[in-house]
């Protein structure tokens, strides 16, 4: 199937206003060469002067196409304008599937589009945000020890999904807004855990340079309650601000985790880089384990590395006692998954508990 994308700059007369008319034209000609030359997309048709570009894709993962195109630009911009000045960019991305006869206007694709935009503007301006958790186990003695917090939008509606809701907070360019609501909900929960159990938080990596987040962490009773876990939504091509970061924040007593490692930007470089407190393997990675010797050998190997440099492991997506066997074999330190855990609303299962 044939798709279009559109990507709608809506800030961009901004950063004209800053870098000039004819600095931005031709960063503008560099930046639609730079996604077509790194990506599988045809330039269907571009609009300097209304901040928008058409590409024509083949294939319908949507989800996929939206993350390519993001992160080109992201790499891109983040280079030519610096991380703060990017920031201001607003990057709006929708996709339908492509009809020769079809007028391509930003408004007919976000009538189109599958998530509507007033949709999710509605759920982060009422906040209607449910936290989730999902129980995390110590390896050896399958005991709980913590949870890590997942956020849903509300019932019954095309946002309750975490997937489709994040994936629309990401091609609306409304993450930052979508997470410092998230981060909000998550962390009223931390006076009803236990005081022997911890709850990891999802956050971008650039979250942590944001004033909001710092508001928001710094009112947080006992910091070592608190895992902060690095997602990979997008790709970091310079880590130096974020680890500056990370060094004050640790010094307040919180810890760093790193999700999804094995699963798309992060890769064993990474943890080198960040030096985590607990690396989280990805459940590609570990769906794979059963039948997939080389995979093995990689994950104790890492994971001797990791336990060398006074850092923990944790296997997500367990599902079989099979699994959760092998595991323990590699000496991996956590487990989380199905096979032990069903994520459910926060306050009733920690009421269970």
């Given amino acids: 199937m044939k798709t279009i994308t559109l990507v709608a700059l809506t800030n961009w007369p901004l950063i004209i206003e800053l870098f000039g008319y004819s600095y931005c034209k031709d960063l503008w000609k560099e930046l639609i060469i730079n996604i077509t030359s790194k990506n599988k997309f045809i330039l269907h048709d571009e609009k300097h002067k209304s901040n928008e570009i058409y590409f024509l894709n083949e294939g319908n993962n949507i989800k996929q196409i939206h993350l390519s195109i993001k992160t080109s630009i992201t790499i891109f911009l983040q280079d030519k304008l610096g991380i703060l000045t990017f920031r201001l960019a607003k990057i709006e991305l929708s996709t339908i599937e492509y009809k020769n006869n079809y007028n391509f206007t930003h408004k007919n694709l976000n009538k189109l589009y599958s998530t509507p935009h007033g949709e999710l503007k509605k759920v982060l301006e009422n906040k209607q945000i449910t936290p989730f958790l999902q129980g995390i186990y110590d390896s050896e003695r399958k005991e709980l020890i913590g949870y890590e917090a997942l956020s849903r939008g509300p019932l019954n509606s095309s946002l309750f999904q975490a997937n489709n809701l994040f994936s629309a907070a990401l091609s609306q360019d ?61 790709f970091i091509p310079c880590w130096k601000k ?62 001797n590395e990791i336990h060398n440099e006074g850092g923990k492991i944790l296997a997500e997506g367990v599902e079989t006692l099979e699994q959760v066997e092998l595991i323990r074999q590699i000496n991996i330190d956590y487990i989380q998954g199905y096979y032990l855990d069903i994520p459910s609303e926060a306050l009733k299962k920690l009421n269970n508990y």
């Avoid at 094995?262 to 794979?288: A, Q, R």
């Fill in 174 to 234: 409304v993450m930052h807004e979508l997470e410092l609501i998230c981060l909000e909900q998550i962390l009223n929960l931390t006076n009803h855990i236990d005081n022997d159990r911890f709850i990891s938080i999802n956050l971008s990596p650039y979250m942590l340079l944001d004033k909001s987040v710092s508001m928001l962490l710094n009112n947080v009773e006992d910091k070592s309650k608190i895992k902060l876990e690095l997602t990979e939504h997008t």
């Fill in 242 to 303: 974020i680890i500056s970061a990370m060094d004050k924040y640790r010094k307040q007593g919180f810890e760093f985790w790193l999700d999804d490692v094995g699963c798309g930007y992060f890769d064993y470089e990474t943890i080198k880089i960040v030096n985590p407190e607990l690396t989280k393997i990805g459940i590609s990675l570990i769906k794979k384990i059963l039948n997939d010797d080389e995979i093995i050998e990689k994950l104790k190997l890492i994971t």
